[in-house]
C-alpha cells in the first residue's frame, strides 16, 4: 500500500532530522527566543531582500490563518476568499470563531481576479456591512494551481488601491515558487503581498509555518496575538532549527521540486493513458478522473482522497506528492494504471 | 416629502402609545420580570397555542439574531441562510462576532428549499468543517417574498430529518402572516419552527422583537445570553407593555395587513401603468424599475431605497409601506408617476 | 407598596413622554441620523465644551460598556476595574464576551486610585500577560460615592503617563455631578475623560445611554461596533428625542439633584433613628444596616435590594431614590422606620 | 552557564527522539488518527484505569486549556482559578479571547480548597452574573506545590455538589504524581478530574500535552474545537509517537523523578547554607530569595527566573530542574554559593 493521500504522510527530511538530533541537549531560552530562531528569520530576510520583515513561526497552517485574522483586523473587518480557500473550506470556522466574517467568492481555479476583488468591495459599503479589508489568496492553491509573477502584481495593486491587505497562505508555497508554469522568486512575495507563510508541514520539516510580514501596519504585538491563541510554542527553538535547516542551501526549493516533478510526471502519464483530469495542474497536486470500478481495484494498493463525484460512475480524485516520495511509487502507479486499464477498468 | 423608504420612519401606532403613558408612572420590578411583560407572554402563548413555548423580548432585530446563534449553538456549529438573509448583508457580521460562520445559500427569491439545506449539509461533515445546525430564514423575506404554510412544512421536515434547528426572523412577520399569497397562522409558527421572532419595530411599536422558543432544546439559560449580549432591557417593561398593546384584539395582524393593501394598490397602480418589478411580492415591500430620469424626478417628493442598478439608465428601487402609511400617500404617488408618465419621463 | 428597589422602576419623566408624544408621526431616517439625535448630540457638545466630541447613543448601559470594549481594545488588551465594577459583577461576563480580560483591583469605596492603577500596570508585561489599556470607573460608583474633580484629574494624569484609557461609565452620572461632596461639570468629564456615558435610564428617559468620545484615536468606524453588536437602534430618533427633552435647560440635572436629595433625607433621617450604614454616601443609593426582624417589618411595605448580609441577625440594604420619587415616600418610610423602632425591632 | 529557568529548555528525552527517528519515513494517516497515537491512547486509558476515557494531544499548554475552556463551557460559564493559575497570569488572556471570564480566587500556595469554591459560587447567582462552571487547578502548581490524593477528593466532592466540572492543567503532572510530600497515581487523577492534562513539554517530549477527558459530558465533538481553534496538528503522529516512548515503562514518571529528587537536593542545600525560601516546596520548582549582590555574581554562570522583589535588596528566584538537567549541575550550583556565602555575598 502506498499512499498518495497528502504531503504530509511522512516525518521530516532527513537533514531536519539531524538538525533536531545535533541539537537536543543545547539549552535555549523559549518561546522563539534563541538564536536558531533568529538565525533562521535573518536567512529568509535575507533571501526575500526584506530585511525589516518581521519573521515569526507558528506550528500550523490554521492556527497562523486565524491568528493572523485576530491580530490584523478590527472587528467589523472581513477576509475576502475564494470560495475554494482553506478557512472557508476545511478550519471548521477558524476566522470566524475569532470574531471575522469571510466572504466567499466563485472561483474555478482556486484564485482570485482584481475583478472579482473590485466587486466583493463595492458591494459592501456603510456601517451595516462587513468591511472587507484583507484578501486571501493561497499558492499553490487549494486546487494544485498557481499565481503567476503578474497576476500576483495584479492583486497587489488593486489591494493598495483599495486599501486591502493582502495574505497569501504558503503551506504549499515551495511547489507555488517552484512550478514551472508560474514561478516566483522570494523577493516577488516579498515586494507584492502585505504578509505570507512559508509552509513547512507539508515542504520537508516535522511541523511548523513561518509567516512574513512586510507591512508596517501589521506588525505590532504580534507575539501577543500568537501567545493569546495557544500559538506561542515554548521550545520555539524547533521551529527555528527546522527552518534554518530546511533554508539553507534551497533545500527548501528542491524538495518542492522534488514534489513537483513527480507529480507532473504522474499527471502526464495518467493523460497519456487517456484518463481526463478535473482540472490541469502545475504543482504537487493532481486531480484525475476515473471510473469508480477502476478505483475499486487502485485502492487496494493505492491511499488517496476522494474529491469530488463526477457521476454516478466516475470519482475525481486528488494525488499528491511530496519532497518524500520516491520517483519508483509514481512509476509503480503508472505501470498498475495501465495494467488495470488493459483489463478495461 | 414623503418617504416610502422604509417601515421604521415614525413612531408608534397610537395605541401603544397610549398605553406607554397610561403606565407610565406604575413601578414595576426590572428587566422584563414584571407583569406587563408576563401578560404579553401569555398572550403569545396561547395565540400560538403553544402554552410551553419560552417568551424574550428584545429589542433589535440585529440583536435578537446574534443572541439567539450565540445562545444556540456550541461554537463549531454554523448557521446556513439564504444569500439575501439579513446576518449575511446588514448585520456588520454580528453572528461571526459571535464565533458563527454562516454559510451563504444562493437564492433569487429570498427563500430556502428542503434541497438547497441537503446540499449544504451534504457538503461539510467531519472535523475540519463547520457543522449546520440552524437554519435562518425570514417571513417575509428580505426581497418581500413570503412562505406558504406548505413550504414552511417542508423545511420544517427536512430541519427534523438533518438535525437542525429552524430559525425564522420575523422582523416583518406581521406582513408574512397576513399576505394574501401565503398566509400563516400563529400556530403555523409554533408547529414547525424551533424559534422564531415576532418584530415589533416595522409594524406598530417603537422597538422590540418578541422570541418565542417552542424547541425544549433551546430554552435554558436564555436570559444569562441576553444579558451577557447587553440585550437585557433595564426596564423591560417597556416591551411589554407595547407587545401587550399591539398583540390584544389582533391590532397586530391588522397594521400589518393596512402595510400589505397598500404595498399591493402601490404595486399594482405601478404595474398598470407599464413599469416593470423586479419581483413580484405580496407584502408590504415592492421593487419597481425605474429609469433614472423618472427618479430624478421623483426624488424631489418621495424618498425610497435604491435596490440596485439594472442597466445604466435603469434602477430598481424599494417602496416600503407600514401602518403608518396614508393611504392619500400612495394615491398621489400614483397619480404623481402617471403625471410623470405623461411627462415621458 | 412603595419600592426604593432602584431608579429604574417607572417610565419616563413627563416631558420626556411629551417629546415622544408630539414628535410620534413624523417621518424619519433611522438608525439615529435623524435630526433629533443631531440636536441632542449638538446639546451635548456645547454642554461639554467639546465641540469636536463624537456621540452616540445606545438603548442601555451593558450594551454601551461591551461595545466600547470590543471598539476600543485590541484583543490582547485588558480593562483595569475596581472589584464593584458593574462589568466585573452585573454585566454576565459580556466585557469578556468580546474577548477581553477585565483585571479587578480590590475597592472598598467603589473607586480606584492612581497607585492601584500605577499597580497593576507594574504587575502586566511581556507577551505572556494582557496589557493593561483601558481603565474602568463609575460616577457615581456601583456603591453609591462620588469621584471630586481632583480625583478624576489625578486619575486623568496617570492615565496619560500609562497610555490607557480613561472610561466613564456614567449609568448614574447626573447624581455623581449633581452631589454635594462631589460635584462635577460637564466640561470636567470632557476634559479629563477618553470617553464617557451620560446615563438616562436611571434619570428619566424610558431608556437610553449617550457615549461621549472625546479622544480622536477611539472615534473611528465606532457606528460599525455598534451595530455588529445589535446596540444600533433602528429608531434611533428615539434616543434622540428622549436625550434632547432631558437635556434642555438642564432637566437632566434637576432630576438627579432630586434624587439626590431625597436620598440624603433618607439617609439622614435613618441615621438619626441610630441605624448604621455600611457606606456613608452623598448620592442616590443609601446603605443602612437594620436586623433582619425590622427587615421583616419594612418588607410588607417597601421593597428594597438585599445588599449583603453583615451577621446572622443583620442585613445591609440598598435603598434607590429617583426622578421619580415623591418626597412624601421617603417622609412615610421615616415615619415607619421611627415607629417600627419604638416597637423595638 | 547553566540555565536553571525551566523545564523546557533542552530537545526531548533520547528515548524520544529514537522514537521519533525510527518511525520517520513510515507514512500514516494525519491529525492524530494513525496507530501510534492509537497506541498511546491506550497506552494512557489502561494506566488510569479508565477505559472510556477520551484522549486528545495538543501542542501546547495554552492551547490545551483554551481549546478545553471553548469545549467545555457555554457562553455565560466561567472559569474559576487560583489568583496564580496560568491562564489569569501568562497566557495574555487566552482563555478570555475564547469569550469566559475567569473568576479570581486569593490563593498563597497556588492551591483552591472546597471553601474557596463554595464561596465564589454562592457569590455569583442570577442571570445577571457569569455562572462558574469549571474549576481550574494545576499539579504540580504554579509555585511548586502539590495537591494530596486526599486534598483532590475533597475538591472533586465539593465540585460534584455544585455541578463543577474539576479541571487539572498537569503541565507539570509528573513532578507532582511523583513528589514525596503528595504523591498520585493514574487512577487517583482519573477518579477525581473531570479532564486533566498530562503535560509531555516540561518532561521529556519535545512538545506535546495529552488531554484525558473521564466526564462523558465533555466528550462529544471535541476534535471539531480543536481544529477549530488551530489546535490539531497535520501530522498528529509526532504526538503519537512521543506519548508511545515517554509512557512506556514509565519513563516519564521516571523523568519527573529525577527533576524533583535534583529540585529537592538544590532547595535542601541552599537552606543548609542558611538562605531563605520564599516557599517550601516539594517538586521541581524551587523559590530561594538572595541578596541582590549575590545574584549579580550568580547570574554570571547561572540562568534563572526572577520571580518577585522581597525589598530593596533581596528578590526571590525561581530554579527549575529537568528530566534533564545533570546532578553535577546542581552539586557545582551548590558549590558556588557557598563559595560566594563565605565572600559575604
Redesign the interface.
Known amino acids: 500500500m502506498?499512499?498518495f493521500?497528502?504531503d504530509?504522510?511522512?516525518?521530516?527530511h532527513?537533514a531536519v532530522?539531524q538538525a533536531?538530533?545535533e541539537?537536543?541537549?543545547?539549552?535555549?531560552?523559549?518561546?522563539g527566543t534563541d538564536h536558531y530562531c533568529e538565525e533562521a528569520r535573518a536567512l529568509i530576510r535575507e533571501k526575500c531582500a526584506a530585511l525589516t520583515a518581521d519573521v515569526h513561526f507558528l506550528?500550523?497552517?490554521?492556527?497562523?490563518?486565524?491568528?493572523a485574522c485576530?491580530?490584523f483586523l478590527?472587528?467589523?473587518e472581513?477576509v475576502v476568499s475564494p470560495c475554494t480557500g482553506h478557512p472557508l473550506?476545511?478550519?471548521?470556522?477558524?476566522l470566524?470563531?475569532?470574531?471575522?466574517?469571510?466572504l466567499?467568492v466563485p472561483s474555478e481555479d482556486g484564485k482570485l481576479t482584481p475583478e472579482q476583488i473590485r466587486t466583493v468591495c463595492a458591494a459592501h459599503s456603510g456601517?451595516?456591512?462587513?468591511?472587507p479589508r484583507m484578501v486571501y489568496i493561497s499558492d499553490s492553491t487549494e486546487v494544485g494551481t498557481a499565481y503567476t509573477k503578474e497576476e500576483l502584481s495584479a492583486l497587489h495593486q488593486v489591494c493598495k488601491a483599495l486599501d486591502l491587505y493582502l495574505y497569501l497562505d504558503g503551506a504549499r508555497l515551495g511547489c507555488g515558487m517552484t512550478c514551472a508554469a508560474a514561478p516566483l522568486t522570494w523577493s516577488d512575495l516579498a515586494e507584492t503581498l502585505d504578509a505570507f507563510t512559508i509552509g513547512g508541514?507539508?515542504n520537508g520539516v516535522?511541523?511548523g509555518e513561518a509567516l512574513v510580514i512586510t507591512n508596517d501596519a501589521l506588525k505590532a504585538?504580534f507575539?501577543?496575538?500568537?501567545?493569546?491563541?495557544?500559538?506561542?510554542?515554548?521550545?520555539g527553538?524547533?521551529l527555528g532549527i527546522q527552518f534554518r535547516a530546511i533554508l539553507e542551501n534551497d533545500l527548501y526549493l528542491e524538495t518542492a521540486r522534488h514534489a513537483n516533478t513527480l507529480a507532473q510526471k504522474l499527471q502526464a502519464g495518467i493523460e497519456a493513458l487517456g484518463y481526463p483530469l478535473f482540472i490541469q495542474t502545475p504543482t504537487n497536486q493532481i486531480f484525475p478522473i476515473f471510473s469508480n470500478r477502476l478505483l475499486t481495484a487502485l485502492s487496494k494498493t493505492y491511499e488517496y482522497e476522494a474529491q469530488q463525484a463526477m457521476d454516478e460512475d466516475h470519482t475525481c480524485i486528488r494525488l499528491v506528492t511530496s519532497w518524500?516520495t520516491p520517483e519508483e511509487a509514481v512509476d509503480t502507479f503508472l505501470q498498475d494504471l495501465k495494467a488495470l486499464k488493459e483489463q478495461a477498468l
Do not use: I, W
Request: proline fraction near 4%; charged fraction near 20%.
Open positions: 502506498y499512499s493521500r497528502n504530509y504522510s511522512e516525518g521530516a532527513p532530522m533536531l538530533q541539537t537536543n541537549l543545547v539549552q535555549t531560552p523559549g518561546y506550528v500550523g497552517g490554521t492556527q497562523v490563518n486565524l491568528v485576530a491580530a478590527r472587528p467589523f472581513a473550506v476545511h478550519e471548521t470556522g477558524a470566524e470563531a475569532t470574531g471575522h466574517m469571510v466567499s456601517e451595516h456591512m462587513v468591511r508541514t507539508k516535522l511541523f504585538d507575539r501577543s496575538h500568537m501567545k493569546q491563541r495557544g500559538a506561542m510554542l515554548a521550545k527553538r524547533l518524500a
